[in-house]
């Protein structure tokens, strides 16, 4: 059976540029929940803020990868969940070119990536759990597109923010995004001070609170 739902609104643009100057490193010293599991991406240094759009495959059957691509949009994030099927690739050189061409940002995917030289060359980023040959089949069985999907063991909504860069990707709620941001903006800017007068001779154990456990 195929679903397919249009797409959530584009998230605002000032999440995209408020997310772009910080990292998600930062977001994971301060919570535990949100950050997909075991996926690395296939260029670095990356960087991509955008609006998930998200298709659940059955198992071989990419139909709804090919479907959704073609209607990405500027500023998308394709999405994608293989139902638990880790090994095959449903996103290649041909999938990626359409994605880029329709100004996607990035893509995540939780099986693996094919035509990796290709889609290097066109500087697309892509996080996945690695690459292979075997791909998945326009098999016309069944997909769904924009429906809730779980990667790397965190449910991905349409609409959700995905902020990725060359640390990893966290999911994020785009009604707690602007404020999210500016938390992690004020926690990174706290460390300028803080590297020059480590430089000059303080202590890291003092900056982060560690050496108070030593006393
Ligand atoms: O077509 C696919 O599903 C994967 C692929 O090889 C491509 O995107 O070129
Ligand atoms: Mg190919």
């Given amino acids: 059976m195929f679903i397919r739902h ?36 296939n260029v670095r240094p990356l960087k991509f803020v955008g609006t998930a759009v998200t298709v659940r495959l059955p198992h071989l059957d990419s139909t709804a990868v090919h479907v959704a691509v073609d209607d990405l949009r500027p500023g998308d994030v394709l999405v994608v969940e293989q139902s638990g099927d880790e090994q095959r690739s449903c996103f290649g050189g041909l999938v990626s070119f359409t994605a880029k061409t329709r100004g996607a940002v990035g893509a995540v995917i939780d099986g693996q990536i094919n035509d990796i030289e290709e889609m290097s060359g066109y500087g697309f980023p892509a996080y996945s759990r690695g690459i292979s040959a075997l791909t998945t089949r326009i098999a016309g069985i069944e997909g769904a597109i924009n429906v809730p999907v779980s990667v790397g063991g965190v449910v991905v909504k349409p609409g959700d923010v995905v902020f990725a860069d060359s640390d990893g990707i966290a999911i994020i709620d785009p009604a707690e995004a602007l404020d999210l941001a500016a938390v992690l903006k004020r926690k990174e800017d706290a460390e300028i001070p803080t590297r020059e007068k480590i430089a000059a001779g303080a202590r890291i154990s003092d900056f982060s609170g560690a050496a108070k456990h030593y006393l």
């Avoid at 584009?10 to 997909?36: K, M, N």
């Fill in 6 to 41: 249009p797409s959530a609104p584009s998230i605002d643009p000032r999440i995209v540029e408020a997310l772009s100057q910080v990292c998600t490193s930062t977001l994971g010293h301060l919570r535990d929940y949100g950050f997909p599991r075991g996926l690395t991406p």
